[in-house]
């Protein structure tokens, strides 16, 4: 049988943590700061843990 190929835009973009969880960075921080309010802007630095509802959809992505 051949194996399931890990999707690497997948793979670059989201960290499995020990616990088999998923850390990915939040929508919406990439450019266009002079529109957002400094708050916004601290509050989306960091990772986050992706939803519940899209993990199954990106474990598949990642072949986990």
Do not use: C, W, Y
């Amino acid at each position: 049988m051949p194996k399931n190929k890990t999707h690497s835009g997948t793979k670059k973009r989201v960290k499995v943590t020990g616990s088999g969880k998923l850390l990915a960075q939040r929508a919406g921080v990439r450019h266009k700061f002079e529109h957002k309010s400094s708050t916004l802007t601290r509050r989306l630095a960091g990772t986050t843990e992706v939803s519940p509802k899209d993990a199954p959809r990106i474990k598949k992505l990642l072949g986990l």
